[in-house]
């Protein structure tokens, strides 16, 4: 069985608020808010990299597990942005944690990339026992900040968030999860090698509306549950229209569907890490109902996965 034993996250310190990216991309401040729900975002300092931001989210979930860094037998991490091409980030953070040489593996996907992670380490913690987990991003230097490119650059911000997931205790049981792909749709959402972020707005958020509803629904049936039965869902925080639109399709109420969009922004593959972090040190210690995480990204990919109460009746042996 495995368990999402606890969550951490780290935020650079420098607040871009919409008066200072507005007077960047000629954007009027008020109408970013109207088009994106965000209010400001976050930027990281010029000598951070994504593995920087990475680590100190790896140390603060560690920390709220009571878990040493010798205690983690395997790494994820996901990232869009990673400032090379290879390695990747997530060997550099092992070896900042002082993991004792336990394996370290990269997900470069954008927004989606720490719910396939999830996923993944609910399958590999049988082996590995206790799997971290890290979503870590700096869009701030991929995105084109100017009023060329207004649309994008006003979404995005930097940050990191990190899970543990774990064979042995928890706070959830990762109960079952669908991931899904679509690479006929992939140049809709990229980052090339020799130039900044491009992204159909358009085609991401229309897909994006119709995909998640649908993978949740799935998961849901599949768990003999409606929405009704789930006490929050947290999702990528993408823009607060997609979801706005997914609490509708599925006929939940808003209030359900945890929001941090409006202090950080888009944090891609980061945010669904910081969000739930967020909600957990909002909620009371014991779970009392049933979880949906839910993501949407480059690929394209998107998924959901379901969590319950330890002890409750649901579980991976009895759906």
Not at 106 to 135: K, T
Not at 209 to 218: A, F
Not at 284 to 311: D, I, Q, R
Request: net charge neutral; with cysteine; charged share 20%.
């Amino acid at each position: 069985m495995a368990y999402l034993r606890a969550l951490g996250c780290y935020l650079p310190s420098r607040i871009v608020d919409n008066a200072e990216m507005g007077a960047m991309t000629g954007a009027e401040p008020a109408w970013i808010v109207q088009a994106t729900g965000i209010e400001q975002r976050r930027f990281a300092a010029p000598g951070e990299t994504v593995a920087d931001l990475g680590l100190r989210a790896a140390q603060d979930c560690l920390h709220a597990a009571g878990v040493g860094a010798r205690e983690v037998g395997l790494v994820i991490v996901a990232s869009g942005s990673s400032e090379r091409r290879f390695p990747g980030p997530a060997t550099a953070i092992a070896a900042a944690l002082g993991t004792g040489g336990a394996p370290a593996i990269d997900l470069p996907m954008a927004s989606a990339g720490s719910l396939f992670g999830l996923a993944l380490a609910a399958r590999l913690c049988r082996d590995y026992r206790n799997v971290l987990v890290i979503g870590a991003e700096i869009m701030s230097r991929v995105v084109r900040i100017d009023p060329a490119f207004r649309d994008t650059a006003i979404l995005f911000g930097d940050g990191a968030g990190a899970c543990l997931v774990s064979a042995e205790t928890g706070f959830a049981v990762v109960v079952d999860s669908i991931l899904r792909s679509d690479g006929d749709l992939a140049d809709a959402l990229r980052l090339d090698l020799d130039g900044p972020l491009h992204m159909d707005g358009r085609t991401i958020i229309l897909h994006a509306s119709r995909k998640l509803p649908r993978v949740i629904v799935e998961l849901l049936e599949r768990n003999r549950l409606k929405p009704d039965d789930i006490g929050a869902f947290i999702l990528h925080q993408a823009n607060l229209n997609l979801i706005a639109r997914v609490a509708q399709s599925l006929g939940a109420a808003e209030t359900r569907f945890f929001c941090n969009l409006a202090g950080y922004g888009n944090t891609s593959s980061a945010s669904l890490l910081i969000a739930a972090t967020e909600w957990r040190r909002a909620t009371p210690p014991e779970l009392a109902s049933p979880v949906v995480f839910a993501a949407f990204g480059a690929g394209l990919n998107w998924g959901a996965v379901l969590l319950g109460p330890p002890g409750g009746p649901l579980s991976p042996a009895n759906p």
